[in-house]
């Protein structure tokens, strides 16, 4: 059965850090495109991070480009966020999710997705 099981999220003032994790089983993690989506309020789920399955590529979009960075760990089944410099529009339910393939990587769409977590909250404010 294939899980993805977020952790990490919380309160957090302006300008702080978090780290998001990520654990999968049930597929061969150390082969798949994984990506981290986030979910405001009234809000489109978005994509904002990408990796590839060997790390040699990884995509931002704009607004968190410099602040986040994505990583992975195929030893442990395991994906990060690092998130820095939070915002209040940061704010938000984060979530990991495996794509479909690595050519959706750079194009963060909900629709490219195959699994995806429950979500973790990033709650920013001061």
């Known amino acids: 059965q294939t899980q993805l099981v977020e952790s990490g999220g919380g309160l957090v003032q302006p300008g702080e850090s978090l780290t998001l994790s990520c654990t999968a089983s049930?597929?061969?993690?150390?082969?798949?495109?994984m990506g981290w989506f986030r979910q405001a309020p009234g809000q489109e789920r978005e994509g904002i991070a990408s990796?590839?399955?060997?790390?040699?590529?990884?995509f931002y979009v704009d607004s968190v480009k410099g602040r986040f960075t994505i990583s992975r760990d195929n030893a442990k089944n395991s994906l990060f966020l690092q998130l820095n410099s939070l915002k209040p529009d940061d704010t938000a339910m984060y979530y990991c999710?495996?794509?479909?393939?690595?050519?959706?990587?750079?194009?963060?769409?909900?629709?490219?997705?195959?699994?995806w977590g429950q979500g973790t909250q990033v709650t920013v404010s001061s």
């Open positions: 999710a495996k794509y479909k393939s690595h050519g959706f990587l750079s194009r963060h769409r909900a629709s490219d997705v195959e699994y």
């Open positions: 990796i590839s399955w060997g790390s040699s590529n990884i």
């Open positions: 049930g597929f061969n993690f150390g082969a798949a495109p």
